[in-house]
C-alpha cells in the first residue's frame, strides 16, 4: 500500500485517499510512520549504512546506544514482517482461485496483520520500555515531525 502510493506521488499523481504527511503529518497514524523508519532503518536486503543511520537518526536526539535499541527494534519488526509475508504467500490460493478459496485466503491475510499488528505494539511497548519514557518522547517526536514529513499513506 505505501509502494503504490509513492509510485503515484512520485510521477504526479495521487490515488484518492492518499495522505501527503508534508501536507497533512497529522493524518498518517504513528504506528504506519514507525513501520515505515523500521523498514528503513532495519538490515533490509539493501541496508544504510551505520553512519547513513545514525545521520537519519540524528534529529531525534538520542544517544548512539539508544539508536542501536531501535536499529534492533527495527530488525524485530522487519523478521516479524518477512515471516507473515512468507505465511501470506503461502496461503495464496493457486489458479484458478475459487470465491472460497479467495475468501480463505483473504481472512488469513487479515489474521496475519492483525498478528503483525499485536508484536508491533509489543515492540513499540518494550522499546519505551528500553529508552525509558522520556527519551521514547524523544523518539516519538522524531516520528511525527520528521518521518510523518516524508511518508505518503494511502489506505486500499
Same mark, same amino acid.
Given at each position: 500500500v505505501l509502494l503504490s502510493a509513492v509510485q503515484l506521488i512520485?510521477?504526479?499523481?495521487a490515488a484518492p485517499g492518499t495522505i =501527503?504527511?508534508?501536507?497533512?503529518?497529522?493524518l498518517i497514524p504513528d504506528n504506519v510512520a514507525f513501520r515505515v523508519m523500521f523498514l528503513m532503518i532495519s538490515d533490509g536486503t539493501a541496508p544504510m549504512s551505520r553512519?547513513?543511520?545514525l545521520g537519519y537518526m540524528e534529529k531525534a536526539?538520542?544517544?548512539?546506544?539508544?539508536v542501536d535499541i531501535v536499529i534492533d527494534a527495527a530488525?524485530?519488526?522487519r523478521i516479524v514482517t518477512n515471516a507473515a509475508t512468507?505465511?501470506?504467500v503461502q496461503a495464496k490460493p493457486k489458479a484458478p482461485v475459487?470465491?472460497?478459496?479467495?475468501s480463505l485466503f483473504l481472512a488469513e491475510w487479515s489474521?496475519?496483520?492483525? =498478528?503483525?499488528d499485536r508484536q508491533l505494539a509489543g515492540i513499540l511497548r518494550a522499546l519505551e520500555t528500553d529508552l525509558g519514557q522520556d527519551d521514547y518522547g524523544k523518539l516519538l517526536h522524531f516520528v511525527r515531525t520528521k518521518v510523518k514529513a516524508e511518508t505518503t499513506y494511502g489506505k486500499q
Open positions: 512520485a510521477s504526479g499523481q =501527503d504527511g508534508a501536507k497533512n503529518p497529522e553512519s547513513a543511520r536526539f538520542l544517544t548512539e546506544k539508544q530488525n524485530h519488526y512468507r505465511k501470506g475459487t470465491k472460497e478459496a479467495e489474521r496475519l496483520q492483525a =498478528d503483525v
